[in-house]
């Protein structure tokens, strides 16, 4: 049975940071491409990152250079750092793979 459980998400001021963390289990995360998605209220869920197999990222463009999506093979689980948040970055961010989401985490960044 595979679970992504995403945790790090809270209330941070504009121009903070957070450290999303996704904890795999049923699946080993170097063997897929993971990504990280958001959905922010009345919006559809939007690409944020991904890490391949490889360990290449790429990122959507309004957040790159500011997140940074990494994995610790050893945890099994995959993170996505935050930095230099702004408003427009709130909403529930999402790890996923293949088939399988996890539950969300919220991210709300004050103005």
């Known amino acids: 049975q595979v679970q992504l459980v995403e945790s790090g998400g809270g209330l941070v001021q504009a121009g903070g940071s957070l450290r999303l963390a996704c904890a795999a289990s049923?699946?080993?995360?170097?063997?897929?491409?993971m990504y990280w998605y958001r959905q922010a209220p009345g919006k559809r869920r939007e690409f944020v990152a991904i890490?391949?197999?490889?360990?290449?990222?790429d990122y959507r463009d309004s957040v790159k250079g500011r997140f940074t999506i990494s994995r610790d093979n050893a945890k099994n689980t995959v993170y996505l750092e935050m930095n230099s948040l702004k408003p427009e970055d709130t909403a529930v961010y999402y790890c996923h793979t293949e088939s399988f989401w996890g539950q969300g985490t919220q991210v709300t960044v004050s103005s």
């Open positions: 049923g699946i080993i995360v170097s063997s897929f491409a």
């Open positions: 890490i391949s197999r490889a360990g290449s990222t």
